[in-house]
Protein backbone atom coordinates (compact mmCIF):
# COMPACT_ATOMS: atom_id res chain seq x y z
CA UNK A 1 0.00 0.00 0.00
CA UNK A 2 1.50 2.94 -1.04
CA UNK A 3 0.24 5.21 1.81
CA UNK A 4 2.55 3.05 4.05
CA UNK A 5 6.58 2.92 3.90
CA UNK A 6 9.16 2.34 6.23
CA UNK A 7 11.07 5.43 7.24
CA UNK A 8 12.36 7.41 9.86
CA UNK A 9 10.12 9.05 12.73
CA UNK A 10 8.59 12.01 12.09
CA UNK A 11 9.74 14.82 14.60
CA UNK A 12 9.14 17.79 12.51
CA UNK A 13 6.59 17.89 10.35
CA UNK A 14 4.40 20.92 11.04
CA UNK A 15 1.30 19.00 9.48
CA UNK A 16 1.89 15.73 11.20
CA UNK A 17 -1.25 16.66 13.52
CA UNK A 18 -3.37 18.42 11.80
CA UNK A 19 -3.37 16.05 9.01
CA UNK A 20 -4.45 13.16 11.20
CA UNK A 21 -7.51 15.76 12.03
CA UNK A 22 -8.60 16.29 8.81
CA UNK A 23 -8.58 12.24 7.93
CA UNK A 24 -10.45 11.67 11.03
CA UNK A 25 -12.90 14.11 10.01
CA UNK A 26 -13.76 12.06 7.32
CA UNK A 27 -14.64 8.54 8.84
CA UNK A 28 -17.65 7.87 10.08
CA UNK A 29 -18.68 7.84 13.97
CA UNK A 30 -19.83 4.35 13.73
CA UNK A 31 -18.04 0.94 15.38
CA UNK A 32 -17.33 0.28 11.73
CA UNK A 33 -15.64 3.99 11.19
CA UNK A 34 -13.43 3.19 14.27
CA UNK A 35 -12.34 -0.61 13.43
CA UNK A 36 -11.50 0.57 9.69
CA UNK A 37 -14.05 -0.57 7.97
CA UNK A 38 -13.35 -4.37 9.90
CA UNK A 39 -16.43 -4.13 12.59
CA UNK A 40 -16.38 -7.75 12.90
CA UNK A 41 -12.58 -7.51 15.12
CA UNK A 42 -14.97 -5.64 17.81
CA UNK A 43 -15.80 -8.56 19.86
CA UNK A 44 -12.45 -10.92 19.94
CA UNK A 45 -10.61 -7.41 20.95
CA UNK A 46 -13.10 -6.74 23.61
CA UNK A 47 -12.92 -10.47 24.98
CA UNK A 48 -8.76 -10.69 24.66
CA UNK A 49 -8.90 -7.19 26.39
CA UNK A 50 -10.92 -8.31 28.98
CA UNK A 51 -8.86 -11.06 29.91
CA UNK A 52 -5.86 -9.47 29.88
CA UNK A 53 -7.30 -7.31 32.33
CA UNK A 54 -7.96 -9.96 34.61
CA UNK A 55 -4.76 -10.47 36.19
CA UNK A 56 -4.87 -6.59 37.24
CA UNK A 57 -8.53 -5.53 37.95
CA UNK A 58 -11.28 -6.61 40.32
CA UNK A 59 -14.52 -6.04 37.88
CA UNK A 60 -18.09 -4.49 39.65
CA UNK A 61 -19.67 -7.22 40.90
CA UNK A 62 -22.87 -6.23 38.43
CA UNK A 63 -20.81 -6.75 35.83
CA UNK A 64 -21.73 -9.11 32.90
CA UNK A 65 -18.17 -9.85 32.95
CA UNK A 66 -17.25 -10.46 36.17
CA UNK A 67 -16.80 -14.07 35.61
CA UNK A 68 -14.09 -13.29 33.13
CA UNK A 69 -12.30 -10.82 35.08
CA UNK A 70 -12.74 -12.99 38.69
CA UNK A 71 -9.53 -15.45 37.36
CA UNK A 72 -7.08 -15.54 34.36
CA UNK A 73 -7.13 -18.24 32.60
CA UNK A 74 -3.74 -17.71 30.84
CA UNK A 75 -0.32 -17.50 32.45
CA UNK A 76 1.25 -14.11 31.67
CA UNK A 77 3.19 -14.47 28.65
CA UNK A 78 6.17 -12.75 30.02
CA UNK A 79 7.82 -10.28 32.79
CA UNK A 80 6.88 -10.01 36.07
CA UNK A 81 5.21 -12.99 37.79
CA UNK A 82 5.29 -11.24 41.17
CA UNK A 83 1.03 -11.59 42.29
CA UNK A 84 -0.22 -7.51 42.60
CA UNK A 85 -3.24 -6.74 44.44
CA UNK A 86 -5.49 -5.98 41.94
CA UNK A 87 -7.14 -2.64 41.77
CA UNK A 88 -9.10 -1.00 42.78
CA UNK A 89 -6.93 -1.24 46.74
CA UNK A 90 -8.77 -1.18 49.14
CA UNK A 91 -10.03 1.63 51.14
CA UNK A 92 -9.42 3.92 47.51
CA UNK A 93 -13.41 3.76 46.50
CA UNK A 94 -14.51 2.94 43.07
CA UNK A 95 -12.71 2.32 40.40
CA UNK A 96 -11.83 4.68 37.55
CA UNK A 97 -10.07 4.16 34.37
CA UNK A 98 -9.43 6.73 31.41
CA UNK A 99 -9.81 5.75 27.70
CA UNK A 100 -7.42 7.52 25.12
CA UNK A 101 -8.08 8.27 22.05
CA UNK A 102 -11.92 7.25 22.78
CA UNK A 103 -13.57 7.45 19.40
CA UNK A 104 -17.12 7.51 20.13
CA UNK A 105 -16.52 5.34 23.08
CA UNK A 106 -16.35 1.38 21.79
CA UNK A 107 -13.87 0.44 24.60
CA UNK A 108 -15.46 2.41 26.66
CA UNK A 109 -19.43 0.65 26.09
CA UNK A 110 -17.61 -2.94 25.24
CA UNK A 111 -14.73 -3.46 27.54
CA UNK A 112 -14.15 -0.87 30.33
CA UNK A 113 -17.34 -0.39 31.91
CA UNK A 114 -17.68 -3.96 32.19
CA UNK A 115 -14.23 -3.52 34.07
CA UNK A 116 -14.54 -0.55 36.11
CA UNK A 117 -17.26 1.77 38.21
CA UNK A 118 -16.18 4.99 36.42
CA UNK A 119 -14.61 5.97 32.96
CA UNK A 120 -13.84 8.90 31.58
CA UNK A 121 -12.60 10.09 27.97
CA UNK A 122 -10.12 11.52 25.99
CA UNK A 123 -11.02 12.16 22.23
CA UNK A 124 -9.09 14.47 19.89
CA UNK A 125 -11.93 14.70 17.45
CA UNK A 126 -14.75 17.15 18.38
CA UNK A 127 -17.48 14.90 15.79
CA UNK A 128 -16.45 11.77 17.82
CA UNK A 129 -17.07 13.50 21.21
CA UNK A 130 -20.30 14.63 19.68
CA UNK A 131 -21.85 11.31 18.80
CA UNK A 132 -20.46 9.99 22.57
CA UNK A 133 -21.65 12.38 24.32
CA UNK A 134 -25.37 13.06 22.40
CA UNK A 135 -25.42 8.72 21.36
CA UNK A 136 -23.55 6.32 21.84
CA UNK A 137 -22.83 6.91 25.73
CA UNK A 138 -26.05 8.92 26.50
CA UNK A 139 -27.30 6.07 28.67
CA UNK A 140 -23.88 5.77 30.53
CA UNK A 141 -23.56 9.38 31.17
CA UNK A 142 -26.91 9.68 32.44
CA UNK A 143 -26.22 7.09 34.86
CA UNK A 144 -22.62 8.98 35.88
CA UNK A 145 -20.75 5.61 35.05
CA UNK A 146 -19.31 7.69 32.28
CA UNK A 147 -17.85 11.02 33.74
CA UNK A 148 -15.82 14.05 31.72
CA UNK A 149 -15.13 13.54 27.97
CA UNK A 150 -12.57 15.75 27.03
CA UNK A 151 -11.84 16.70 23.60
CA UNK A 152 -8.23 16.97 23.32
CA UNK A 153 -5.06 15.30 21.58
CA UNK A 154 -2.63 13.39 23.84
CA UNK A 155 -0.15 15.11 23.02
CA UNK A 156 -1.65 18.14 24.90
CA UNK A 157 -2.93 16.38 27.48
CA UNK A 158 -2.72 17.34 31.00
CA UNK A 159 -3.43 15.62 34.36
CA UNK A 160 -1.28 17.97 36.80
CA UNK A 161 -3.80 20.76 38.68
CA UNK A 162 -6.88 19.18 36.73
CA UNK A 163 -9.53 16.78 37.95
CA UNK A 164 -7.81 14.47 36.75
CA UNK A 165 -4.81 14.91 38.70
CA UNK A 166 -4.26 10.97 40.65
CA UNK A 167 -7.42 9.66 39.64
CA UNK A 168 -7.36 6.48 37.49
CA UNK A 169 -6.57 2.79 38.49
CA UNK A 170 -5.65 2.82 34.59
CA UNK A 171 -5.24 4.73 31.88
CA UNK A 172 -6.15 2.60 28.54
CA UNK A 173 -4.45 3.31 25.12
CA UNK A 174 -5.74 1.31 22.46
CA UNK A 175 -4.99 2.38 19.05
CA UNK A 176 -3.78 6.05 19.30
CA UNK A 177 -0.26 6.35 19.83
CA UNK A 178 0.65 5.72 16.73
CA UNK A 179 -0.26 9.33 16.22
CA UNK A 180 2.24 10.44 18.47
CA UNK A 181 5.65 11.37 17.48
CA UNK A 182 8.37 9.63 19.81
CA UNK A 183 9.36 12.75 22.21
CA UNK A 184 5.30 13.38 22.64
CA UNK A 185 4.40 10.00 23.42
CA UNK A 186 7.22 9.78 25.79
CA UNK A 187 6.48 13.22 27.36
CA UNK A 188 2.61 11.63 27.43
CA UNK A 189 3.55 8.71 28.99
CA UNK A 190 5.22 10.67 31.75
CA UNK A 191 2.15 12.51 32.25
CA UNK A 192 0.23 10.62 32.32
CA UNK A 193 1.74 9.32 35.90
CA UNK A 194 0.66 12.00 37.34
CA UNK A 195 -3.09 10.97 36.50
CA UNK A 196 -2.66 7.27 38.15
CA UNK A 197 -3.60 6.72 41.95
CA UNK A 198 -1.26 5.21 43.73
CA UNK A 199 -0.62 1.08 42.01
CA UNK A 200 -2.09 2.32 38.72
CA UNK A 201 -1.42 1.25 35.78
CA UNK A 202 -1.27 2.01 31.83
CA UNK A 203 -2.38 -0.71 29.74
CA UNK A 204 -1.64 -0.06 26.01
CA UNK A 205 -2.92 -2.20 23.02
CA UNK A 206 -1.40 -1.46 19.41
CA UNK A 207 -0.65 -2.53 16.06
CA UNK A 208 3.31 -4.20 15.73
CA UNK A 209 5.22 -4.48 12.94
CA UNK A 210 7.93 -6.86 12.34
CA UNK A 211 10.67 -4.14 12.97
CA UNK A 212 11.51 -0.29 12.78
CA UNK A 213 8.74 1.87 12.10
CA UNK A 214 6.04 1.88 9.05
CA UNK A 215 4.74 5.43 8.62
CA UNK A 216 1.17 5.67 7.33
CA UNK A 217 0.84 9.22 5.83
CA UNK A 218 -2.89 9.00 4.60
CA UNK A 219 -4.08 9.09 8.77
CA UNK A 220 -0.69 10.37 9.85
CA UNK A 221 0.31 7.55 12.29
CA UNK A 222 2.97 5.32 12.35
CA UNK A 223 3.13 1.30 13.62
CA UNK A 224 5.97 0.87 15.78
CA UNK A 225 7.64 -2.56 16.68
CA UNK A 226 7.47 -4.58 19.27
CA UNK A 227 11.30 -3.40 20.40
CA UNK A 228 10.34 -0.19 19.27
CA UNK A 229 7.88 0.35 21.81
CA UNK A 230 9.54 -1.55 24.53
CA UNK A 231 12.30 1.29 24.45
CA UNK A 232 9.87 3.75 24.79
CA UNK A 233 8.15 1.89 27.76
CA UNK A 234 12.29 2.45 29.33
CA UNK A 235 12.46 5.74 28.35
CA UNK A 236 9.44 6.47 30.05
CA UNK A 237 9.90 5.15 32.75
CA UNK A 238 7.84 2.43 32.62
CA UNK A 239 8.46 -1.19 33.44
CA UNK A 240 6.59 -4.06 31.42
CA UNK A 241 4.35 -5.89 33.69
CA UNK A 242 2.82 -8.35 31.26
CA UNK A 243 2.78 -8.59 27.38
CA UNK A 244 0.25 -10.83 24.96
CA UNK A 245 -0.36 -10.80 21.19
CA UNK A 246 -4.48 -10.87 20.21
CA UNK A 247 -5.52 -13.68 19.16
CA UNK A 248 -8.56 -14.23 16.71
CA UNK A 249 -7.77 -11.52 13.89
CA UNK A 250 -7.73 -12.55 10.65
CA UNK A 251 -4.59 -12.87 8.69
CA UNK A 252 -3.09 -10.17 6.65
CA UNK A 253 -3.40 -7.30 9.01
CA UNK A 254 -0.45 -5.99 11.61
CA UNK A 255 -0.14 -8.07 14.90
CA UNK A 256 -1.60 -6.27 17.58
CA UNK A 257 -0.07 -6.72 21.47
CA UNK A 258 -1.09 -5.57 24.78
CA UNK A 259 1.46 -4.31 27.32
CA UNK A 260 1.14 -3.94 30.79
CA UNK A 261 2.97 -0.97 32.72
CA UNK A 262 3.67 0.42 35.74
CA UNK A 263 5.78 3.62 36.75
CA UNK A 264 9.04 3.06 37.88
CA UNK A 265 9.97 5.71 40.96
CA UNK A 266 11.53 8.70 39.72
CA UNK A 267 14.14 8.59 42.10
CA UNK A 268 15.39 4.95 40.83
CA UNK A 269 15.34 6.24 36.57
CA UNK A 270 15.06 9.62 35.12
CA UNK A 271 15.85 8.52 31.08
CA UNK A 272 16.20 11.40 28.62
CA UNK A 273 13.13 12.45 26.35
CA UNK A 274 15.44 11.16 23.45
Not at 91 to 114: E, F, M, N, W, Y
Request: glycine letters at 8%; charged letters at 25%.
Amino acid sequence: MEACRSSSIPTESPSWYTDAEKYWDRVPATINGMLGGLGQLARPDAVSSLRFLSEYVNAPSTSSASAILSTSTEAPASSSSAKRQKLPLPGSGPSHVLDCGAGIGRVTKQVLLKAFDHVDLVENSSIFVKQAKEEYLQDEIASGRVGEVRCCGLQNLQFEGTSWEGRFDVIWCQWVLGHLTDADLIAFFRRCVTGLRPGGLIFVKENNTKIGVVIDDEDSSMTRSDLVLKEIFKKSGLKLLREELQKGFPSGLFAVKMYALEPIPQEVTEAPLA
